[in-house]
């Protein structure tokens, strides 16, 4: 059968009267005409129908229409397979102006929604397969008034489906048999060319899709597995994500069983799960692009979607739909911020004129020697034609400069990155369980989890709300900027372990922001609210490392201040009109929990430079067998450290300090006008909805003033080696190069693109260094050996051996402002508050090198029994404040000098300088 010229359309009024004129009980004979239909498949038949120009209107009441175009369609169906082609698809939309509508081929429709120009396909109606062959391009444009109108049909839909259905039994009954029918159905889809998906968010933004090869296999109800080489994700005209190698599909019930008997909390052995493989993500922000932006406006979107299909949130109980197991795996993760095009071509420049100005001052140097050689030979030279020579080597070296800056970027396009983040062999698993499930589990794993907070006594509720089992591994994980040398992160098999939360507070009424969504003419803009709270992690984690090596410095500060320019444009700040929250109040806003890290080697690594390029000059703190123990304001370190110092010199790899068996603990105490660790009490307020303008601070109870720190070092003695006791070399170049640390730490950065002319003004940054209040330090060794050498050569020095050494120390810091009319920050003023010293059996030894045989002597000098000294300026200054009424003089000294200091020493020294040679 042929057909030629099909026109149909729908609209809203038609589908109130379709909706009338259906019988009633149309249903009833379903069932009958599916058995039918079933005993007319099993039957032979040939069939075969062919239509050309079919034209498809979709139209509603808001006077938009979707136009559906094929060119020709062919089935044939014989010996229980069907074969059937699609040529010249096409989707197009308009307005109804009430005038008649053009018809012409699919290639010549404007504007185009989506467009495929040939589809072959083939049904097997006994094993229930379908497949299709898509060879050309395939393109659609998404947009929200396109939304609006596929919309607005599915209702019309809808409403005809409720009014043949009367009964809520014969829709079961009919999605019963429904289920039965696809329940063995398998469907094929192979795209052999681009694919290209477009989502038009706003008139600004636009994220398009291109894939240039896809293959989708479906099994109903459950199995899915869609394969893609390569996809590339542009976000206005920017090219940001590229994903090659992609397998996305489900995976059977017991794959992971395996990893869950891992977790002995949980209490079902499988769950259905899914897989998501990539050979390589790479994701590149280019310079000044805000990426932000675009996301904000992807989420706007989402959130617009589920207003309009009438969404609503469900209660998250025991017995909701347990979600799925997922299995991510990617073998390559980067991610890149892109560079100033202006910044690295000053620093191009910069290296090129540095490199140039040795090689001209090799030239001189040549031409030099050239002229003595002529000089002997000769004898005199005349002045001018010496000056010649040298006018016309400055005259080749700018020939010379020029041609090299004109061939700088011959050999390859110029640097552009910034900040590197790598992964390698990523594998990530995430169990969701029962057990992990439901709102009044999740709370109590919560409550578990983070038990420095008072949770709530009237309860919270939460948009958000997961707790997975995490099981993550990598092989290697590099942190770079820029093209410096030595990486600021280093970490090598790793393998962390543990619960998950996540949870957003559901916001208060001034903590909902409104957002408008452009759907165009005849809905007009829509309005869709967002909640403010942000999303915060509990967890609870073990981990296993090989490798950890961190590096930082005064000479990567500009970088960094570059990063957190850019970081403000990849990481959408918050929307509240407070000011902003520093890093480490920020870290207490949203990370709670505990981590527990088990390292064979770490290395945290200090530039002794101001070269950013620097990887020579270095100190160097290193653990071995370290466990590191973070929870809510305190850090335990239990490990073997020691301190080198990496310079480019003989003094290579000197170890300044060895402290096994160390147990180093830091406390902090955050100084805040509220409860520093009840963040649940937080919550942000839209722009428009401040009670009050002037020095509103959504965050003024949970924002640290100030932080008191305390320190401890302790060692114990080791039972396996008892000789292996703490200890210190120093060498006079070495205190001189602790000078250069001191000057590097001491550094004053400087603004990085601050002020009117960037438009950005220049709000003053808190730093970490300044924010103390009080700092105590408690030092407890068991054993503790120095040694000072005058040199590397060892021909002079003193080697001390103590006992058992315990010292203890207060300070403040108070920051003083500059009254003079300049802008400066506060002066930072340290000051000691109490000093305690006790040290038990010291001896003293002066070393020499024997000239004769080389070998190190020693001879015995001083030693100490008993050593104490106290201090504490808080009794000065009381035992003081009564004396300054006094004149005596005498008086006035004895209260200025009023602090204990106790000294109890015995002390030997052997006249006839006993020497013990080593």
Same mark, same amino acid.
């Given at each position: 059968m042929d057909t030629d010229s099909i026109q149909l359309e729908w609209s809203t009024d038609m589908a109130y009267i379709l909706a009338d004129l259906m019988p009633v009980d149309l249903t009833t004979s379903q069932t009958d005409k599916d058995t039918a239909v079933s005993s007319d498949i099993n039957q032979s038949c040939d069939i075969k129908l062919t239509c050309s120009n079919v034209n498809v209107f979709v139209c509603n009441n808001s006077s938009v229409y979707v136009m559906v175009r094929l060119d020709s369609a062919g089935m044939k169906l014989q010996e229980k397979q069907g074969l059937f082609g699609l040529n010249g698809i096409r989707l197009t939309k308009g307005q109804q102006t009430g005038q008649y509508c053009k018809i012409t081929k699919a290639s010549q429709l404007q504007p185009c929604i989506s467009q495929v120009k040939e589809i072959k396909g083939s049904c097997h109606l006994v094993n229930k397969h379908i497949a299709l062959d898509i060879a050309d391009e395939v393109k659609f444009d998404w947009s929200t008034q396109f939304h609006m109108c596929v919309l607005q049909m599915t209702q019309d839909i809808c409403m005809i489906q409720e009014k043949i259905t009367r009964n809520k039994s014969e829709k079961l009954k009919r999605s019963v048999i429904d289920q039965k029918q696809v329940k063995e159905l398998s469907i094929t889809i192979n795209v052999q060319r681009n694919v290209t998906l477009s989502a038009f968010l706003s008139r600004n933004h636009r994220i398009v899709f291109n894939i240039p090869k896809i293959g989708i296999n479906i099994t109903l109800p459950r199995n899915v597995m869609i394969m893609f080489k390569e996809c590339i994700i542009s976000c206005d005209k920017h090219q940001i994500f590229i994903?090659?190698?992609?397998?996305?599909?489900?995976?059977?019930?017991?794959?992971?069983?395996?990893?869950?008997?891992?977790?002995?909390?949980?209490?079902?052995?499988?769950?259905?799960? &899914? $897989?998501?493989?990539?050979?390589? /993500?790479? !994701?590149?922000?280019?310079?000044?692009?805000?990426?932000? +932006?675009? *996301?904000?406006?992807?989420?706007?979107?989402l959130k617009w979607i589920k207003l309009v299909h009438k969404v609503k949130k469900k209660p998250f109980t025991i017995d909701s739909p347990l979600p799925a197991d997922l299995f991510i795996n990617v073998k390559e993760l980067l991610l890149q911020l892109s560079d100033d095009p202006f910044e690295v071509q000053l620093s191009d420049n910069y290296s090129l004129l540095a490199d140039e100005q040795t090689e001209t001052e090799k030239r001189l140097s040549a031409l030099e020697r050239k002229i003595e050689e002529l000089r002997k030979s000769l004898g005199l030279l005349p002045a001018n034609k010496v000056q010649e020579l040298y006018d016309n080597l400055k005259e080749k070296s700018s020939v010379i400069?020029?041609?090299?800056?004109?061939?700088?970027?011959?050999?390859?396009?110029?640097?552009?990155?910034?900040?590197? &983040? $790598?992964?390698?062999?990523?594998? /990530?698993? !995430?169990?969701?369980?029962?057990?992990?499930?439901?709102? +009044?589990? *999740?709370?109590?794993?919560?409550?578990?989890?983070?038990?420095?907070?008072?949770?709530?006594?009237?309860?919270?509720?939460?948009?958000?709300?997961?707790?997975?089992?995490?099981?993550?591994?990598?092989?290697?994980?590099?942190?770079?900027?820029?093209?410096?040398?030595?990486?600021?992160?280093?970490?090598?098999?790793?393998?962390?372990?543990?619960?998950?939360?996540?949870?957003?507070?559901?916001?208060?009424?001034?903590?909902?922001?409104?957002?408008?969504?452009?759907?165009?003419?005849?809905?007009?803009?829509?309005?869709?609210?967002?909640?403010?709270?942000?999303?915060?992690?509990?967890?609870?984690?073990e981990s296993d490392v090989k490798q950890w090596t961190m590096c930082t410095g005064a000479c990567w500060e500009q970088t960094l201040a570059q990063y957190n320019l850019a970081m403000t444009l990849i990481n959408h700040p918050s929307k509240d009109p407070s000011p902003n929250l520093p890093f480490w109040?920020?870290?207490?806003?949203?990370?709670?929990?505990?981590?527990?890290?088990?390292?064979?080697?770490?290395?945290?690594?200090?530039?002794?430079?101001?070269?950013?390029?620097?990887?020579?000059?270095?100190?160097?703190?290193?653990?071995?067998?370290?466990?590191?123990?973070?929870?809510?304001?305190?850090?335990?370190?239990?490990?073997?450290?020691?301190?080198?110092?990496?310079?480019?010199?003989?003094?290579?790899?000197?170890?300044?300090?060895?402290?096994?068996?160390?147990r180093f603990c830091i406390k902090l105490e955050w100084l805040c006008e509220g409860d520093a660790n009840n963040h649940h009490r937080v919550m942000p307020c839209a722009s428009d909805k401040v009670p009050y303008k002037e020095d509103y601070d959504s965050y003024k109870d949970f924002r640290s003033q100030n932080m008191n720190m305390s320190m401890s070092f302790e060692t114990k003695s080791s039972e396996a080696n008892p000789n292996n006791v703490p200890y210190c070399v120093f060498y006079a170049s070495t205190l001189r190069w602790l000078d250069k640390i001191k000057m590097c730490m001491t550094h004053v950065s400087r603004p990085t693109r601050r002020?009117?002319?960037?438009?950005?003004?220049?709000?003053?940054?808190?730093?970490?260094?300044?924010?103390?209040?009080?700092?105590?330090?408690?030092?407890?060794?068991?054993?503790?050996?120095?040694?000072?050498?005058?040199?590397?050569?060892?021909?002079?020095?003193?080697?001390?051996?103590?006992?058992?050494?315990?010292?203890?120390?207060?300070?403040?810091?108070?920051?003083?402002?500059?009254?003079?009319?300049?802008?400066?920050?506060?002066?930072?003023?340290?000051?000691?508050?109490?000093?305690?010293?006790?040290?038990?059996?010291?001896?003293?030894?002066?070393?020499?090198?024997?000239?004769?045989?080389?070998?190190?002597?020693?001879?015995?000098?001083?030693?100490?029994?008993?050593?104490?000294?106290?201090?504490?300026?808080?009794?000065?200054?009381?035992?003081?404040?009564?004396?300054?009424?006094?004149?005596?003089?005498?008086?006035?000294?004895?209260?200025?000098?009023?602090?204990?200091?106790?000294?109890?020493?015995?002390?030997?020294?052997?006249?006839?300088?006993?020497?013990?040679?080593?």
């Amino acid at each position: 059968m042929d057909t030629d010229s099909i026109q149909l359309e729908w609209s809203t009024d038609m589908a109130y009267i379709l909706a009338d004129l259906m019988p009633v009980d149309l249903t009833t004979s379903q069932t009958d005409k599916d058995t039918a239909v079933s005993s007319d498949i099993n039957q032979s038949c040939d069939i075969k129908l062919t239509c050309s120009n079919v034209n498809v209107f979709v139209c509603n009441n808001s006077s938009v229409y979707v136009m559906v175009r094929l060119d020709s369609a062919g089935m044939k169906l014989q010996e229980k397979q069907g074969l059937f082609g699609l040529n010249g698809i096409r989707l197009t939309k308009g307005q109804q102006t009430g005038q008649y509508c053009k018809i012409t081929k699919a290639s010549q429709l404007q504007p185009c929604i989506s467009q495929v120009k040939e589809i072959k396909g083939s049904c097997h109606l006994v094993n229930k397969h379908i497949a299709l062959d898509i060879a050309d391009e395939v393109k659609f444009d998404w947009s929200t008034q396109f939304h609006m109108c596929v919309l607005q049909m599915t209702q019309d839909i809808c409403m005809i489906q409720e009014k043949i259905t009367r009964n809520k039994s014969e829709k079961l009954k009919r999605s019963v048999i429904d289920q039965k029918q696809v329940k063995e159905l398998s469907i094929t889809i192979n795209v052999q060319r681009n694919v290209t998906l477009s989502a038009f968010l706003s008139r600004n933004h636009r994220i398009v899709f291109n894939i240039p090869k896809i293959g989708i296999n479906i099994t109903l109800p459950r199995n899915v597995m869609i394969m893609f080489k390569e996809c590339i994700i542009s976000c206005d005209k920017h090219q940001i994500f590229i994903i090659e190698g992609a397998t996305i599909g489900s995976l059977p019930a017991n794959k992971l069983q395996l990893e869950r008997k891992g977790f002995e909390t949980l209490v079902m052995p499988t769950n259905k799960a &899914w $897989k998501i493989e990539f050979d390589k /993500i790479h !994701a590149v922000f280019p310079y000044n692009y805000n990426f932000a +932006e675009c *996301v904000q406006e992807v989420i706007n979107t989402l959130k617009w979607i589920k207003l309009v299909h009438k969404v609503k949130k469900k209660p998250f109980t025991i017995d909701s739909p347990l979600p799925a197991d997922l299995f991510i795996n990617v073998k390559e993760l980067l991610l890149q911020l892109s560079d100033d095009p202006f910044e690295v071509q000053l620093s191009d420049n910069y290296s090129l004129l540095a490199d140039e100005q040795t090689e001209t001052e090799k030239r001189l140097s040549a031409l030099e020697r050239k002229i003595e050689e002529l000089r002997k030979s000769l004898g005199l030279l005349p002045a001018n034609k010496v000056q010649e020579l040298y006018d016309n080597l400055k005259e080749k070296s700018s020939v010379i400069y020029t041609h090299r800056h004109q061939q700088l970027y011959n050999n390859g396009p110029p640097r552009t990155k910034l900040f590197s &983040w $790598k992964m390698v062999n990523l594998e /990530i698993v !995430a169990l969701a369980d029962k057990s992990l499930h439901g709102k +009044e589990n *999740v709370i109590n794993h919560m409550r578990e989890i983070d038990i420095s907070s008072r949770y709530p006594s009237d309860g919270m509720d939460f948009i958000t709300l997961w707790c997975r089992m995490i099981n993550c591994s990598l092989e290697e994980w590099t942190i770079h900027l820029r093209d410096f040398p030595q990486a600021m992160l280093d970490v090598k098999d790793l393998h962390i372990w543990g619960r998950l939360i996540g949870a957003e507070q559901h916001a208060h009424p001034r903590a909902i922001r409104t957002c408008r969504i452009e759907v165009g003419d005849p809905w007009g803009d829509m309005i869709v609210e967002r909640n403010m709270p942000p999303l915060k992690f509990y967890y609870d984690f073990e981990s296993d490392v090989k490798q950890w090596t961190m590096c930082t410095g005064a000479c990567w500060e500009q970088t960094l201040a570059q990063y957190n320019l850019a970081m403000t444009l990849i990481n959408h700040p918050s929307k509240d009109p407070s000011p902003n929250l520093p890093f480490w109040d920020k870290i207490r806003l949203l990370l709670h929990g505990r981590l527990t890290m088990a390292m064979d080697k770490m290395c945290w690594m200090y530039h002794a430079s101001l070269n950013p390029y620097n990887k020579t000059e270095m100190m160097d703190w290193q653990w071995t067998n370290l466990i590191l123990d973070w929870t809510t304001a305190k850090f335990m370190f239990n490990g073997d450290l020691d301190i080198y110092a990496r310079t480019a010199s003989k003094y290579d790899d000197c170890n300044l300090l060895h402290l096994p068996k160390l147990r180093f603990c830091i406390k902090l105490e955050w100084l805040c006008e509220g409860d520093a660790n009840n963040h649940h009490r937080v919550m942000p307020c839209a722009s428009d909805k401040v009670p009050y303008k002037e020095d509103y601070d959504s965050y003024k109870d949970f924002r640290s003033q100030n932080m008191n720190m305390s320190m401890s070092f302790e060692t114990k003695s080791s039972e396996a080696n008892p000789n292996n006791v703490p200890y210190c070399v120093f060498y006079a170049s070495t205190l001189r190069w602790l000078d250069k640390i001191k000057m590097c730490m001491t550094h004053v950065s400087r603004p990085t693109r601050r002020g009117s002319f960037f438009d950005k003004p220049r709000l003053p940054k808190l730093q970490l260094s300044r924010h103390f209040r009080n700092v105590n330090l408690s030092v407890n060794f068991h054993q503790f050996h120095a040694q000072y050498w005058m040199s590397f050569a060892k021909e002079h020095g003193v080697e001390m051996h103590r006992g058992e050494l315990t010292f203890k120390s207060g300070h403040n810091l108070t920051l003083v402002k500059i009254e003079d009319g300049l802008i400066h920050r506060p002066q930072a003023n340290w000051s000691i508050k109490n000093i305690n010293l006790n040290l038990k059996g010291a001896k003293m030894w002066l070393c020499c090198k024997n000239e004769t045989t080389g070998m190190e002597e020693k001879s015995y000098f001083l030693s100490v029994k008993h050593v104490q000294y106290d201090r504490d300026d808080n009794l000065m200054v009381e035992s003081a404040e009564p004396q300054q009424q006094s004149d005596d003089r005498e008086d006035v000294e004895k209260a200025f000098f009023a602090q204990s200091l106790h000294r109890r020493s015995e002390s030997i020294m052997d006249n006839n300088k006993q020497k013990y040679s080593v």
